[in-house]
């Protein structure tokens, strides 16, 4: 099946500092991408749709100059966690999706941030 | 996207049949029924889809009533490492764009 990967797994950051985590679909090319977000012991929360080559589109209550997302090819996007605060500190998803079917979206391992 | 209902949580013996129910009274003609498994610190997995009638893979089953309102992923002899969350989604088959949103999901322990 197709792969996703994120980078990095795990990552650690002071309070105020940005993060970059990356979303690459390894064996197809994802015109689309979301970016998840969850807590411990809750589901996962979408943050944004990005489409390749334009602006993302957010959820409501989900600051766009804060996390900021990139997806400028078709197997790469990128969240910015910028000015990092402790209640930043979660799990972060990624899926992408190709040209097929509804259910096929394919998610990432996820990235565990964590801001001191 | 249909509103989903599921129970929070359940609890199994190993090697037993584990039956989960969702609810999707408002699915609409093209939506489709999805389950996903989420173990801890991972990403969610892909399970099984169906539109109706009955649906088998290698790993699970996916019954789906006429009326569609409403669907049930079996999970056979259920062994410990079974253990996650799962998640039934409802949505249109043909909608490319748009994304996955996840309920509460059913949080399934097994149990040696």
């Not at chain 1, 970016?35 to 990005?50: D, E, H, I, V």
């Not at chain 1, 899926?95 to 998610?107: D, K, L, M, P, V």
């Not at chain 2, 002899?77 to 079974?82: A, G, N, W």
């Amino acid at each position: 099946g197709a792969v996703v990967s994120q980078h990095p797994s795990r990552v650690i950051c002071k309070s105020g500092t940005s993060v970059k985590i990356e979303c690459r679909s390894l064996d197809f090319q994802a015109t689309t991408m979301f970016w998840y977000r969850q807590f411990p012991k809750q589901s996962l929360m979408l943050m944004a749709t990005s489409n390749e080559g334009s602006k993302a589109t957010y959820e409501q209550g989900v600051e766009k100059d804060k996390f900021l997302i990139n997806h400028a090819s078709l197997t790469l996007s990128t969240l910015t966690v910028t000015s990092a605060h402790p209640e930043d500190s979660s799990f972060y998803i990624c899926s992408a999706r190709g040209t097929g079917s509804f259910h096929e979206q394919y998610f990432g391992p996820g990235t565990r941030l964590t801001v001191t | 996207l249909a509103k989903t209902t599921q129970p929070i949580s359940m609890d199994s013996y190993e090697g037993q049949e584990v039956n989960i129910t969702c609810s999707h009274n408002n699915i609409a003609t093209n939506d489709y029924i999805t389950w996903y498994q989420q173990f801890p610190s991972q990403g969610p997995r892909f399970i099984i889809q169906g539109y109706k009638t009955k649906v088998t893979n290698e790993v699970a089953s996916l019954f789906i009533p006429a009326d569609r309102k409403s669907s049930t992923l079996s999970l056979p002899r259920v062994s410990l490492s079974d253990t996650a969350v799962y998640y039934c989604l409802v949505g249109d088959e043909n909608s490319g764009n748009t994304p996955l949103v996840f309920g509460k999901g059913t949080r399934l322990s097994v149990i040696a």
